[in-house]
DNA sequence: GCCGTTTTCGGCCCGACTGTTTTCAGTCG
């Protein structure tokens, strides 16, 4: 069984149980089993083989034996008893504002409500209000959560939310009543989807704040105001494409305001570690609001000066995921992250002699302008037609456009690329003479997705280990909200790629955002190089690789991870050498 | 259900808000 499918029964687990009323401990066992899995950078049935399992933080013997056997038999008879007792319909009814499993198993067990019509339903007709612990409130606010779940629902991609929630921060730092601003949450943390904006204050006035935030640009309904915090609906959808989500303002006093900011930045998960340690080390109890001991407060005056009272090195918000940062901040072992500023060029780009918009020379100017020592352009290779994919004769000319243009520049360069596509068995869609006329290639899966899990990881395989192939495109072809990538055993695709050498790209498109953080931080510890690629189709396009940044910032990588990093000397010189 | 250089049993992060309550359960982040 694939790891998705395990991490989401799991999850659906921890749901059933809940509803069922079980112990909330027990359910979060569940949970946090769930999100191990996910987080791991290992195939799951490797783990399993090996003996792993057990050893991983939070899986016991009870929960070892059960995934065993879920990964070993393809099911779980144990969870499917479980499942039988529940109606499907009451997971929906979870996503409703103000209904948890509780509330949930009354109006089952009470009104035999098991979906979201049947709950509408009732609530029109009045009946919620009438069950024991409900009330008219209670049911004016389903009927309400039910009419905003067929408005937003979804979560929405960081480059639909990001530059909004930016502009809102910018706006409201302009008040003189605004003493300090940030963007929390997911958000802060660069996740590569994001459920609402948080924005948090700090201020003596909150008024005047909240009311410039509810008309700000954006803003399409207020859902409700206080003196604390406001909720609103954000439009982030392309014109023409509505497409809403929550965003929260918080005001805090200027004095709370690092602890408000810790603790509204997250993740959960991670609060939770920090809370659990400071209590066991130091009998110290974090809040919102302060730091509190036995007789003592701790003030600090930031989030820099929090972490250092509790004895830890500073974490920045990307590292936030419980995934080892806080072990890692006590030894004083915290990488320092790479940043946009040591990005020289980017290598997967496009131009309009396949599917891109932009001219060879718009492009470098493009590049030039951004303050980049070189770009690499890397157009589709022939077989991938709807991409305009260049034949041999084209990429002949194509090359010696761009010798012309390097002619004109000095301390700039133009790298003769492409990104070739990975057939299906595996070989390149070029013959080696012509690959061996680029600078470099960027070996990408283009078609034929559907293959099994061990023929497009032979395949995938077989493109690292060709010399001529530089780098790998994205890894899983994964579209983010919209489409899985293929099946692909990456663990044995980054040990391949540490053993030839070849790179693996962090395509920094916001839709796909792959390799993802998780296996970042595998390949790093493969000693795989990594690169940061926009996969421009556009001059307007090369700044995505911003986006590419998060994810290597979440990915614990540093600039020598990178090869992108490089200067332009650097670069040429290592393309010479891989030529040898 | 997990976990332990003080523990193999008894804990498990923390506080606010809401609505339905006469003191608190459920939900949320």
């Known amino acids: 069984m694939l790891k998705q499918q395990v991490v989401a029964i799991l999850n659906e687990i921890g749901t059933l149980l809940e509803i069922q009323g079980e112990n909330m401990f027990k359910v979060r066992a569940y949970y946090n089993a769930a999100r191990t899995i996910e987080q791991l950078d290992k195939e799951l049935s490797d783990v399993v083989a090996s003996g792993e399992l057990g050893e991983l933080r939070g899986i016991g013997d009870t929960l070892r034996e059960k995934i065993t056997t879920l990964v070993t038999t393809g099911q779980l008879p144990w969870y499917e008893d479980l499942k039988k007792k529940i109606p499907q319909g009451l997971f929906s009814m979870l996503r409703v504002a103000g209904l948890g499993p509780k509330k949930v198993k009354a109006l089952y067990d009470e009104l035999g409500i098991d979906d979201l019509d049947k709950l509408k339903a009732a609530c029109e007709r009045g009946e919620v209000a009438k069950l024991k612990g409900f009330g008219v409130k209670t049911q004016e606010k389903i009927l309400e959560g039910i009419e905003f779940i067929r408005l937003t629902g979804s979560r929405v991609r960081i480059d639909q939310a990001l530059p909004i929630a930016m502009s809102l921060v910018e706006e409201l730092r302009k008040m003189p009543e605004v003493q300090r601003i940030e963007l929390c949450g997911s958000l802060r943390r660069r996740r590569e989807t994001i459920k609402d904006v948080d924005i948090l204050v700090s201020s003596a006035k909150p008024e005047p704040i909240m009311e410039r935030f509810v008309k700000l640009p954006g803003v399409v309904q207020v859902i ?67 730091i509190e001991g036995d007789s003592k407060s701790i003030k600090v005056k930031d989030e820099a000066a929090l972490f250092k009272a509790l004895g830890l090195s500073y974490i920045p918000p990307e590292m936030r995921e419980d995934t080892g940062e806080v ?12 940043e946009a500023s040591d990005i020289k060029g980017v290598f997967h780009n496009h131009t309009n002699w396949s599917d891109g918009k932009a001219t060879l020379e718009e492009m470098a100017e493009a590049a030039r302008t951004m303050g980049f020592q070189y770009l690499g352009i890397g157009d589709h290779s022939q077989s991938l037609t709807v991409a305009n994919g260049m034949s041999v004769e084209r990429v002949k000319k194509q090359q010696a456009q761009i010798d012309a243009l390097n002619k004109k520049f000095k301390n700039f360069h133009v790298f003769k690329g492409s990104e070739c596509d990975i057939l299906p068995d595996g070989s390149m869609d070029y013959p080696d003479d012509v690959l061996a006329t680029f600078d470099y290639v960027v070996a990408s899966v283009h078609s034929h997705f559907g293959q099994t899990k061990e023929e497009m990881t032979a395949r995938i395989i077989k493109a690292v280990r060709n010399p001529h192939v530089t780098m790998l495109g994205h890894a899983t072809g994964r579209l983010l909200l919209m489409r899985d990538g293929y099946q692909v055993d990456l663990e044995a695709v980054l040990q391949a790629a540490a053993q030839s050498g070849t790179m693996v790209e962090i395509n920094a498109q916001p839709s796909r955002l792959d390799l993802d953080w998780i296996h970042c931080k595998r390949a790093k510890a493969l000693g795989v190089m990594l690169v940061i690629n926009p996969d421009a189709h556009s001059t307007g396009e090369l700044f995505l690789f911003r986006y590419g940044i998060d994810v290597a910032r979440r990915g614990w990588l540093e600039p020598g991870n990178v090869f992108n990093t490089r200067s332009l000397e650097e670069v040429k010189k290592e393309f010479a050498r891989r030529k040898k």
């Open 224 to 290: 409700g105001t206080g003196e604390t915090k406001t909720s609103v609906v954000l439009d982030v959808g392309a014109p023409g494409r509505q497409q809403l989500i929550n965003a929260d303002l918080r005001v805090v006093s200027d004095e709370h305001f690092p602890f408000a900011l810790h603790h509204f930045t997250g993740s959960k998960e991670h609060n939770i570690t920090m809370r659990s340690r400071a209590q066991d080390k130091f009998g110290l109890k974090i809040s919102e609001y302060s």
């Open 327 to 338: 072990d890692l901040a006590e030894k004083g072992q915290v990488p320092t992250l790479i």
